[in-house]
């Protein structure tokens, strides 16, 4: 039975069966030229060239026609923080500066709901104007943060992975849980949320500087109770933060042992950053199944370091690529693959325009182990999809112009587009956000004329 709202759209579809990394781009890369999918109660039915899908369509279903536009899998984001909208573009900090004079302070404000729920719209809002429609998201230690981001996510029918933070350690106190009750809220959030409707629940805690050995042992017990449950934590970014874990954890051979003491290596277990890791390090990962999530933009920001995709690869790791917002400076997953290029470039290496759009939809949906529903325009897969324009700006029609392959065009949509180049985003089935009706009230302007810059320069508000 068709569902009001159910549809099908017609556009240049890409997708990937496979990682054209691994298996070539003859098996992995899938693009119809001019494509149908089918999508009823929020689930594709039916994919493949318009001529061959209209002629089996159910009568009177209507056809949205997004010709000459690309419509993929909608884009996954495996690593970004909920209370960090207002720390974005704060200036001149490396991380352990950066979370103690910009990030806590922050973080600490979101104990109160009206904020984390103002937070929770702004931000999933955003990610739906550049076409990103499931994400891993830290919230904060306040139970409140993560109440407040599921019931937004619920109401727009998004599949999201989300957390509770928990530390107890080396924080200020506005944020700090306990193990007892970092535990605790973790069970009952868990109770409140997990597998409720497309949403999940990801033990999180923050990152080994945050938590004590009590903390982290509460992690493994609730890491043991529920086995299939997403861990999400960082390691290795910064190597000051290298130096604090191996002084707090004296016993640990290297950081991630810290956490394969925990229980937490594991599949499902998405490890923000991992940069600085060693050989034994990078074995123990892939051997885990576990997962190291690419943060271009945040580690060029916070002069973090140089990801090594090929490293991760070769050891047998799943990796992801995810703005961290707000270490990150960009929504925009294709800004990410662009500055991802740009990181590897720096190392040596290279991100072909297919394997960057793998990443950013499939191979993303992988390393969250989510890609039983999600990241391939392929019948009983769930109805996320993205509308881009490869022409959304001057300087891209310029560009495209002198466009003459598939990969080229996709290359420059990388480099040169972002939100500008979301035409339509689709939910579950049903369009979440249309750049000709954004739908979304832009945040007040910030009131500059009564800013403290102002006042510190000696001028009068006019
Ligand atoms: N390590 C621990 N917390 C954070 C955070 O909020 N952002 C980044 N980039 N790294 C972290
Ligand atoms: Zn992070």
């Given amino acids: 039975m068709r569902r009001p709202g159910d549809t099908a759209l017609r556009a240049r579809l890409l997708w990937f069966d496979a990682d054209p990394a691994e298996e070539g781009e003859a098996r992995a890369v899938r693009y119809v030229e001019d494509g149908i999918v089918l999508i009823e109660n929020g689930v594709i039915r039916d994919v493949g060239d318009a001529a061959a899908v209209l002629r089996r369509l159910p009568p009177d279903t209507p056809v949205v026609d997004h010709r000459p536009h690309l419509m993929m899998p909608g884009f996954i984001d495996p690593h970004l923080h909920l209370p960090q909208t207002q720390v974005i573009a704060s200036y001149g900090a490396e991380l352990m500066e950066w979370l103690a004079?910009?990030?806590?302070?922050?973080?600490?404000?979101?104990?109160?709901?009206?904020?984390?729920?103002?937070?929770?719209?702004?931000?999933?809002?955003?990610?739906?104007?550049?076409?990103?429609?499931?994400?891993?998201?830290?919230?904060?230690?306040?139970?409140?943060?993560?109440?407040?981001?599921?019931?937004?996510?619920?109401?727009?029918?998004?599949?999201?992975?989300?957390?509770?933070?928990?530390?107890?350690?080396?924080?200020?106190?506005?944020?700090?849980?306990?193990?007892?009750?970092?535990?605790?809220?973790?069970?009952?959030?868990?109770?409140?949320?997990?597998?409720?409707?497309?949403?999940?629940?990801?033990?999180?805690?923050?990152?080994?500087?945050?938590?004590?050995?009590?903390?982290?042992?509460?992690?493994?017990?609730?890491?043991?109770?529920?086995?299939?449950?997403?861990?999400?934590?960082?390691?290795?970014?910064?190597?000051?933060?290298?130096?604090?874990?191996?002084?707090?954890?004296?016993?640990?051979?290297?950081?991630?042992?810290?956490?394969?003491?925990?229980?937490?290596?594991?599949?499902?277990?998405?490890?923000?950053?991992?940069?600085?890791?060693?050989?034994?390090?990078?074995?123990?990962?892939?051997?885990?199944?576990?997962?190291?999530?690419?943060c271009p933009t945040s580690n060029l920001f916070l002069g973090s370091g140089l990801f090594d995709l090929a490293g991760m690869r070769a050891a047998g790791i799943l990796a992801g690529i995810a703005t961290d917002i707000g270490g990150g400076t960009s929504y925009s997953m294709l800004r990410t693959a662009a500055e991802g290029y740009k990181v590897l470039a720096l190392n040596g290496q290279r991100l072909p325009a297919f394997e960057a759009f793998h990443m950013l939809t499939a191979g993303n949906a992988a390393a969250m182990g989510l890609d039983n529903r999600i990241g391939r325009i392929a019948p009983g897969m769930e109805a996320d999809l993205v509308v881009l324009d490869s022409q959304a700006t001057a300087a891209m029609r310029r560009r495209m112009e002198r466009v003459e392959t598939l990969e080229e065009e996709l290359f420059a949509l990388i480099v040169l587009g972002d939100e500008r180049s979301t035409v339509a985003t689709y939910v579950d089935g049903r369009r979440a956000y249309d750049r000709h009706s954004p739908g979304r009230s832009l945040p007040p302007r910030a009131d500059l004329a009564a800013s403290p810059a102002r006042a510190n320069r000696g001028e009068a508000p006019q």
């Fill in 101 to 294: 004079k910009y990030t806590f302070p922050e973080e600490s404000r979101y104990g109160d709901p009206a904020v984390a729920e103002a937070a929770a719209r702004f931000l999933l809002d955003e990610l739906l104007a550049n076409g990103t429609t499931t994400a891993g998201v830290y919230c904060t230690s306040h139970p409140q943060s993560v109440d407040a981001f599921f019931a937004e996510a619920e109401r727009r029918s998004l599949r999201m992975v989300a957390g509770k933070v928990m530390m107890d350690s080396n924080a200020p106190e506005a944020l700090r849980d306990t193990a007892a009750t970092g535990y605790q809220q973790s069970q009952d959030l868990i109770g409140r949320w997990h597998g409720k409707g497309r949403l999940d629940y990801a033990i999180t805690p923050r990152f080994a500087p945050t938590s004590s050995e009590a903390q982290l042992e509460a992690c493994e017990t609730l890491a043991a109770e529920y086995p299939e449950m997403h861990v999400q934590t960082h390691l290795s970014e910064n190597v000051a933060e290298i130096a604090f874990v191996r002084q707090a954890f004296p016993w640990s051979k290297d950081y991630t042992e810290v956490y394969e003491r925990y229980g937490l290596v594991r599949p499902k277990a998405m490890f923000g950053h991992c940069i600085h890791l060693s050989d034994r390090e990078r074995g123990a990962l892939g051997v885990a199944g576990a997962t190291a999530v690419f």
